[in-house]
């Protein structure tokens, strides 16, 4: 019996191969062959009526004049969908070998596990042409799944094994700007991969998709800007006009004080519509979604017919309502960080950071303040609501810095040091500097309202002596929250690491940090300008300087660094480096340094003034009282006192 239908199986598979193709366009074999699972929000039979926009990317595909496709949009938008339906395609009815790229190989696991096993296992005429599951080679079904006529081959751009030895005309690559630019050491990764289709000239297709990073570093922005460079747009229910809608077109109610001045906290994002560009009509949330279904693309560059790239953001997608646009927009202007993350995510455009710039040691140093009593080394103002503390290990000596942070990562550098002695020498021995580096991070501040701080993290950068600054944090990670740190060499790495690393001896942890990219950050926050006649009112963001700590030589150190564009293959980016002649930059890497380990700290600027204000007040309280009755409050002092009083009546006793 199992020749007999062995011997069947064979048979249809000869007939297939005589088949003729089905003559159906990807958008027609999507709506009779596919099923969306049932953990999709449009599970069920696709019907593309409810994504009018995929259309025509999908159909491009069956554009002979079309080699190229890419995409780059929001998060939530169906973007994964259309790119699993033309896989589907491909499978049915166009069946040759497939290779799909992404990030890294948990990546590929993950999108063939979640995406596209349930497609083939949901999809009736799909699971008959894909082979099934091999239980005793499950990296291989993860990875590698076979079907009549061809392949599906998935790697991660962080293994470049995976490529060789496999052609395919069609190349997918998803999240491309999650790829790291050099990330291995056999060259441009997507340019390696799309060498799988060199032989397949006149029928090969490139499909590349992604939310967009940096603008300049974004690998998606390049590619769309090469293409038609195609829009979505959609009519005004008045006017009738098409339009693309941005994110200046959105309104939304708040309250407004006597002065006609917002009130901050007042937003009301329920309220949220879309103004027309052109007759000011205010388009409401049902009318939104309405119009999106007449949308259409229009194309700046309709001549490239080669290559044909799409924009779309969420302001046209039907899986995002205004309000919650409206919310996280609102939420996105407290922080750059929020801001870039809503740009790429909800407005679907790459982050355009305002630091590309050079720094002037003159201008920077016109703005000196002076909040600093020399005399009262240890104490700072009364804005400060978080302490942080950087050092840099030298051959000789350690130098420090310690900021105050304020409401919306407003910072003043309150002291800078320099401990010296040999840093090879354990603390405990004579002239070394680790002992005076840890009585300094233990050290209490005060406020000039008279609140004490201690600071609430510190970092110790491990690139020079990694062992003996690992030695002194050790044991002290979470209790403390001292760490070594370590400047990643990528200039695309994440700022805020995910995790810690861990040496090979499984004890020496250190924090990994994305320092190119928050130099862009700190670039712009340092050519911040204070408003005219500023009477001391607070400016988010600002970085106050005092002429008691600062001088020339921090000055010098600080702009001792440029940012140069660089080209990695066909992507733009920018590099952080020393200027020309300039060997020192210290306090550039520790003012760095400081500004990601406050950020570790994503701290509730709200509660934690809140928290301090009581403080205050209690002081308040105490100092107001008399002598008299201080000594009878339960303070440590008074409380010995007391003990010490009880043991010697108990002596005289006996």
């Known amino acids: 019996m199992k020749l007999q239908s062995n011997i069947i199986e064979l048979i249809k598979f000869m007939l297939r191969v005589f088949e003729p193709p089905e003559q ?6 999507a709506e009779k062959y596919r099923i969306l699972p049932a953990s999709n929000r449009e599970g069920g039979a696709y019907l593309v009526s409810r994504t009018p926009f995929a259309k025509d990317i999908m159909d491009a595909f069956n554009d002979p004049e079309v080699e190229e496709i890419s995409v780059m949009g929001s998060a939530q938008w169906a973007k994964t969908t259309i790119l699993e339906n ?3 395609y491909i499978i049915k009815v166009q069946p040759s070998n497939i290779l799909i790229v992404l990030p890294t190989l948990d990546f590929a696991r993950r999108f063939s596990k979640t995406r596209l096993e349930p497609m083939i296992d949901d999809s009736p005429e799909l699971k008959k042409l894909v082979a099934k599951k091999k239980s005793r080679d499950s990296d291989n079904t993860i990875l590698s799944k076979s079907f009549y006529g061809g392949t599906i081959v998935l790697v991660g751009a962080n293994s470049p094994g995976g490529l060789r030895g496999f052609t395919a005309p069609y190349i997918f690559v998803d999240d491309i700007d999650a790829i790291e630019i050099g990330s291995t050491k056999e060259g441009d990764f997507i340019s390696r991969a799309e060498r799988a289709a060199e032989t397949f000239e006149g029928i090969r297709k490139f499909f590349r998709a992604s939310t967009p990073s940096i603008e300049g570093a974004s690998r998606i922005h390049k590619y769309y800007k090469q293409g038609t460079m195609e829009e979505w747009h959609i009519p005004c229910p008045s006017c009738n006009k098409y339009q693309l809608i941005e994110i200046n077109q959105l309104k939304w109610d708040y309250e407004k004080d006597a002065f006609g001045h917002k009130v901050i906290g007042s937003d009301k994002p329920e309220t949220a519509v879309i ?16 119009m999106i279904l007449k949308g259409r693309w229009v194309a700046q560059h309709p001549e490239r017919k080669r290559h044909r790239s799409f924009f779309f953001n969420r302001f046209t997608s039907p899986f995002s309502s205004l309000q919650n646009i409206c919310k996280a927009y609102i939420e996105s202007q407290l922080e750059e960080e929020k801001m870039q993350v809503f740009t790429n995510l909800y407005l679907g455009l790459p982050y355009k950071p305002d630091s590309v710039v050079e720094l002037s040691e003159l201008e920077l140093m016109n703005n000196l303040e002076h909040y600093l009593d020399p005399a009262k080394p240890y104490v700072c103002p009364e804005q400060v609501l978080m302490l942080i503390a950087s050092a840099d290990v030298q051959a000789d000596r350690i130098e420090m810095q310690i900021w105050g942070y304020g409401m919306n990562y407003e910072c003043w550098i309150l002291n800078r ?3 010296y002695g040999d840093p090879k020498l354990p603390k405990h021995i004579s002239g070394s500097p680790w002992a005076s580096v840890e009585k300094m991070l233990l050290n209490t501040w005060t406020r000039t309202d008279g609140v004490p701080l201690k600071i609430t993290a510190a970092g110790i950068d491990s690139q020079y002596l990694p062992d003996e600054v690992y030695n002194f944090v050790r044991g002290y990670e979470f209790t403390r929250n001292w760490w070594a740190i370590k400047g990643a060499r990528n200039p695309f790495a994440e700022i805020i690491p995910t995790r810690y690393n861990v040496i090979e001896d499984k004890k020496s942890k250190y924090l990994r940090l994305g320092v190119n990219q928050e130099k862009q950050s700190l670039f712009a ?6 408003p005219d006649n500023w009477k001391g009112e607070p400016i988010p963001k600002y970085i106050h300087h005092d002429e008691s700590v600062c001088d020339t030589e921090y000055f010098e150190q600080l702009v001792s660094e440029i940012g140069i564009k660089k080209v990695s293959g066909s992507v733009e980016y920018v590099l952080y480096v020393k200027k020309k002649g300039v060997y020192r930059n210290e306090a550039l890497d520790l003012l760095v340094y400081n500004s990601i380990l406050a950020k570790i700290q994503n701290p509730n600027w709200i509660k934690l003034k809140e928290n301090l204000d009581a403080r205050k007040t209690k002081a308040t ?9 201080k000594s009878i409050l339960p303070n440590a002092r008074n409380i010995k006192v007391t003990k010490t009083k009880n043991i010697f009546n108990k002596v005289t006793q006996w």
């Open 24 to 29: 159906i366009t990807v958008t027609e074999c």
């Open 86 to 88: 033309i896989i589907a």
């Open 417 to 419: 040091f320099k401990f």
């Open 525 to 530: 926050r340092l050519k911040i300008k204070k």
């Open 621 to 629: 309280e105490l100092n107001n009282k008399s002598d008299d009755e």
């Open 275 to 290: 103004q027309c560009k052109y007759c000011g009509y205010e388009i409401n949330e049902s009318e939104r979604q309405m």
